[in-house]
């Protein structure tokens, strides 16, 4: 018998080096749709069980039936690739002795959270987090989709890097507003940007700004009750909805307008999207991809659970063709089951996720508002009629005050995290690598920044004289920015989750700021 990986796989390989066999692949998370486990080599001791942070592994008799398909997933992975001994090199420990190292990081969400770990793990480092909002977690807690639970349980890692006498928790300061580049380089050895990628591409399509047509990044902003977007509205009065681009994204978007309302009312979405969704009229969700199933951007995992979504049927609009010889695995796994999806009939009176394949926006239509799609694939062109079209198409940064910005890709220019031509500044994250990756693809990513910073380190390139902490909070005070510190974050916490309790809800989040910081005890 042995242990299964299965869809709430974050990637964060925190499973790999525990298992006392090494079975565990790949290595490299990065390099692959989900981690995956041997099951010739698995010896069912169950340390990647007790590890993994989101409940993703499952011994492989306890597997939910949902998940049973990830056993033959996981053996499938290994038939490709033949389990080889890991030949990576052990870290050594690192320690900055009599010196002294202290680091800003920019951001609180999964990039900046890694790598303020693999910097507290160092001995002697000094970290000060930085986050805009009263809130830590970024699209842990704003973008993972309100039924993933167990994929937010990751945050879990990161209480003991809060809590280390080490870090100091800034919430609720905007650099740039209350800090600004230069006040972090004066107080610290180095700063690193963890600022994800806030702006949605463009289709550049006619019609595009009209209202009813939205990033789908805002839709799901609207649902978890991300105070940018809390005051967001969208129509949803018709009975199709149309997303363009087939990311995982695009299922979350899907998912939340089709779940079952008492379904979604267990889940923590914001009361104003669970009020509006309980009286959508929406009963089709169709997804347009400009490509075939085999190069979709979702992911197995997420593509296979749609087939458990109760009074949904999933649609595959389009012939599938034969997977090539050299298609890879994930690839052939999305054929696969997109020909399982094909094959079932329709269940009436059910609602519909509709795939449409080789598929691509030419227009969108209306005069003061979204009215229909103008499409064209393989058929020709068509018009798909619905008042509301989310463009799901990918992310892009935007440029941080005092640095260098590449505007093509959307990142800032570095080398292996450390920022082109600014001394002292780093990047991680999405703001480095482009918007790739789910939660635990930002775990490497930090690692290589913080080891490129470590070397500078070593090499004195960061050593100079920085203003110390007192400096710090005097220059915050004068400013008239009060931070809400770990235990402000814990008051809020608890305070969301007792409203959720009282109603069966994992929480209920505070929507505005001022009544977050109001929970903190920070008025």
Same mark, same amino acid.
């Given at each position: 018998?042995?242990?299964?990986?299965?869809?709430?796989?974050?990637?964060?390989?925190?499973?790999?080096?525990?298992?006392?066999?090494?079975?565990?692949?790949?290595?490299?998370?990065?390099?692959?749709?989900?981690?995956?486990?041997?099951?010739?080599?698995?010896?069912?001791?169950?340390?990647?069980?007790?590890?993994?942070?989101?409940?993703?592994?499952?011994?492989?008799?306890?597997?939910?039936?949902?998940?049973?398909?990830?056993?033959?997933?996981?053996?499938?992975?290994?038939?490709?690739?033949?389990?080889?001994?890991?030949?990576?090199?052990?870290?050594?420990?690192?320690?900055?002795?009599?010196?002294?190292?202290?680091?800003?990081?920019?951001?609180?969400?999964?990039?900046?959270?890694?790598?303020?770990?693999?910097?507290?793990?160092?001995?002697?480092?000094?970290?000060?987090?930085?986050?805009?909002?009263?809130?830590?977690?970024?699209?842990?807690?704003?973008?993972?989709?309100?039924?993933?639970?167990?994929?937010?349980?990751?945050?879990?890692?990161?209480?003991?890097?809060?809590?280390?006498?080490?870090?100091?928790?800034?919430?609720?300061?905007?650099?740039?507003?209350?800090?600004?580049?230069?006040?972090?380089?004066?107080?610290?050895?180095?700063?690193?940007?963890?600022?994800?990628?806030?702006?949605?591409?463009?289709?550049?399509?006619?019609?595009?700004?009209?209202?009813?047509?939205?990033?789908?990044?805002?839709?799901?902003?609207?649902?978890?009750?991300?105070?940018?977007?809390?005051?967001?509205?969208?129509?949803?009065?018709?009975?199709?909805?149309?997303?363009?681009?087939?990311?995982?994204?695009?299922?979350?978007?899907?998912?939340?307008?089709?779940?079952?309302?008492?379904?979604?009312?267990?889940?923590?979405?914001?009361?104003?999207?669970?009020?509006?969704?309980?009286?959508?009229?929406?009963?089709?969700?169709?997804?347009?991809?400009?490509?075939?199933?085999?190069?979709?951007?979702?992911?197995?995992?997420?593509?296979?659970?749609?087939?458990?979504?109760?009074?949904?049927?999933?649609?595959?609009?389009?012939?599938?063709?034969?997977?090539?010889?050299?298609?890879?695995?994930?690839?052939?796994?999305?054929?696969?089951?997109?020909?399982?999806?094909?094959?079932?009939?329709?269940?009436?009176?059910?609602?519909?996720?509709?795939?449409?394949?080789?598929?691509?926006?030419?227009?969108?239509?209306?005069?003061?508002?979204?009215?229909?799609?103008?499409?064209?694939?393989?058929?020709?062109?068509?018009?798909?009629?619905?008042?509301?079209? @989310?463009?799901?198409? *990918?992310? &892009?940064? !935007?440029?941080?005050? =005092?640095?260098?910005?590449? %505007? $093509? #890709?959307?990142?800032?220019?570095?080398?292996?995290?450390?920022?082109?031509?600014?001394?002292?500044?780093?990047?991680?994250?999405?703001?480095?690598?482009?918007?790739?990756?789910?939660?635990?693809?930002?775990?490497?990513?930090?690692?290589?920044?913080?080891?490129?910073?470590?070397?500078?380190?070593?090499?004195?390139?960061?050593?100079?004289?920085?203003?110390?902490?007192?400096?710090?909070?005097?220059? @915050?005070?004068?400013? *008239?920015? &009060?931070? !809400?510190?770990?235990? =402000?974050?814990?008051?809020? %916490? $608890? #305070?969301?989750?007792?409203?959720?309790?009282?109603?069966?809800?994992?929480?209920?989040?505070?929507?505005?700021?001022?009544?977050?910081?109001?929970?903190?005890?920070?008025?």
């Amino acid at each position: 018998m042995a242990y299964v990986i299965t869809q709430n796989c974050c990637k964060d390989a925190s499973c790999v080096p525990v298992c006392p066999v090494d079975c565990i692949r790949p290595v490299d998370a990065s390099a692959a749709d989900m981690l995956y486990i041997d099951p010739e080599a698995c010896i069912d001791c169950g340390a990647c069980f007790d590890e993994c942070p989101v409940d993703a592994i499952h011994y492989e008799e306890d597997l939910p039936p949902a998940q049973e398909r990830f056993r033959e997933i996981n053996a499938a992975y290994f038939e490709r690739h033949p389990l080889q001994p890991d030949t990576t090199p052990q870290r050594p420990s690192r320690s900055v002795g009599d010196g002294e190292l202290t680091v800003a990081i920019v951001g609180a969400g999964p990039a900046a959270c890694y790598a303020a770990a693999e910097l507290i793990a160092i001995d002697g480092v000094r970290v000060n987090l930085f986050e805009r909002l009263p809130t830590p977690f970024g699209l842990i807690r704003a973008g993972v989709a309100p039924d993933h639970q167990h994929s937010k349980s990751v945050v879990g890692l990161f209480d003991r890097v809060f809590t280390n006498p080490r870090f100091g928790c800034h919430l609720g300061v905007e650099i740039g507003r209350d800090l600004t580049h230069e006040d972090l380089l004066a107080h610290h050895h180095a700063v690193i940007y963890a600022v994800g990628a806030g702006a949605s591409r463009s289709l550049a399509v006619p019609g595009e700004q009209l209202p009813g047509s939205h990033p789908a990044a805002d839709f799901v902003g609207w649902y978890n009750g991300h105070p940018d977007h809390a005051e967001r509205c969208f129509a949803l009065d018709s009975e199709r909805v149309v997303i363009v681009g087939n990311g995982n994204v695009a299922l979350d978007a899907a998912r939340m307008m089709l779940l079952d309302p008492d379904a979604l009312g267990r889940t923590d979405i914001a009361d104003h999207a669970l009020t509006a969704l309980r009286d959508s009229a929406i009963r089709e969700v169709v997804i347009l991809g400009r490509r075939g199933v085999a190069d979709a951007a979702f992911s197995v995992g997420e593509f296979l659970a749609l087939g458990h979504l109760g009074g949904v049927d999933v649609v595959i609009d389009g012939p599938l063709p034969d997977p090539a010889d050299d298609t890879d695995l994930w690839a052939t796994l999305k054929l696969d089951i997109a020909r399982d999806f094909a094959a079932r009939p329709a269940t009436a009176g059910n609602k519909r996720i509709v795939f449409r394949f080789m598929t691509s926006p030419v227009e969108i239509l209306g005069d003061d508002h979204v009215t229909g799609l103008r499409v064209t694939g393989e058929g020709g062109d068509e018009v798909l009629e619905t008042s509301l079209v @989310l463009r799901s198409i *990918g992310y &892009r940064g !935007v440029p941080v005050p =005092g640095l260098p910005f590449d %505007d $093509a #890709a959307g990142v800032v220019p570095n080398e292996d995290g450390r920022v082109c031509d600014c001394p002292g500044s780093y990047v991680t994250g999405w703001i480095k690598r482009g918007p790739r990756g789910v939660i635990g693809s930002n775990r490497g990513c930090a690692e290589e920044t913080v080891d490129t910073l470590w070397r500078d380190h070593c090499a004195g390139a960061l050593a100079r004289e920085v203003a110390g902490a007192d400096s710090l909070q005097a220059l @915050l005070s004068n400013n *008239g920015t &009060r931070p !809400v510190d770990w235990s =402000g974050w814990r008051a809020i %916490d $608890a #305070a969301e989750r007792a409203r959720g309790a009282a109603t069966d809800r994992p929480r209920i989040k505070f929507i505005g700021i001022p009544e977050m910081r109001s929970a903190a005890g920070w008025t």
